[in-house]
């Protein structure tokens, strides 16, 4: 497809279960973002990858989130143990690269995700 | 120093009028400043951006104005319609070697615009 695509659109789990959450990115798109919108309130920075560096992890809340990405392709968010408090709509995005005009970030639907 | 602080939290503007939403951020090392625009049970799509080098940015009805001394920066919308009801994000970031370009989000506008 033309744009950044993430499945499943929506994930209802019970308390203590493990989910994981896709995403393929814009082909061709080297840096790709996670982030997570609680109800109401703005995008909050997760992980970043950009080809083969090191992620930037740095956003993310706890050890039970993990992602991981495989070269410049898809991308997977990991939740263990999930709370009640991860219950969010977690996007993704991608870009050309991290300079100039290549920053424009394309966000995909998101994934809501219910923790029950 | 990574915030980004946006107002009003929500906005009622008439069908005609502008919409005014302000962003404030504290680190100077940021370089790009996008606005995004998200609908309901949609991902944010990007609506205008503006670099520190200009004061101003104009696209058809939307308009950055930026002012570095303050590290402000606001999104006019001239002539808004009610297709414009939607909820707006400001964004930093910074770009360039050594950054992820990763971008820190202000809280967030709901805008209703009423015909």
């Known amino acids: 497809g033309a744009g950044v695509s993430q499945s499943p659109s929506n994930k209802v789990t019970e308390k203590g279960k493990d989910v994981e959450l896709r995403c393929d990115p814009i082909?061709?798109?080297?840096?790709l973002y996670w982030y997570r919108q609680r109800l109401g309130q703005g995008l909050e920075f997760l992980i970043y990858?950009?080809?083969?560096?090191?992620?930037?992890k740095s956003g993310l809340p706890s050890d039970r989130f993990s992602a991981e990405r495989t070269g410049e392709s898809v991308s997977t968010l990991t939740i263990q143990r999930t709370q009640q408090e991860d219950s969010a709509v977690y996007l993704c995005?991608?870009?050309?690269?991290?300079?100039?005009?290549?920053?424009?970030?394309?966000f995909g639907q998101g994934t809501r995700l219910t923790v029950v | 120093q990574q915030q980004v602080k946006q107002s009003p939290q929500s906005l009622i503007v008439q069908k005609g009028g502008i919409s005014i939403i302000n962003c404030a951020y504290e680190?100077?090392?940021?370089?790009?400043f996008p606005w995004y625009q998200q609908f309901p049970g949609k991902g944010p799509a990007l609506l205008i951006a503006?670099?520190?080098?200009?004061s101003e940015k104009k696209e058809g009805r939307f308009t950055i104005s930026f002012n570095k001394s303050a590290k402000q920066f606001s999104l006019h919308i001239m002539d808004s319609q009610p297709g414009d009801s939607a909820t707006y994000f400001c964004?930093?970031?910074?770009?360039?070697?050594?950054?992820?370009?990763?971008?820190?989000f202000g809280q967030g506008t709901t805008l209703q615009v009423k015909p």
């Open positions: 964004a930093a970031s910074a770009r360039g070697s050594g950054n992820t370009g990763k971008l820190i």
């Open positions: 082909s061709g798109h080297t840096a």
């Open positions: 995005a991608s870009s050309l690269g991290t300079a100039g005009r290549n920053t424009e970030a394309f």
């Open positions: 680190n100077t090392a940021f370089d790009y």
């Open positions: 503006i670099r520190p080098d200009v």
């Open positions: 990858f950009q080809g083969n560096s090191a992620p930037d």
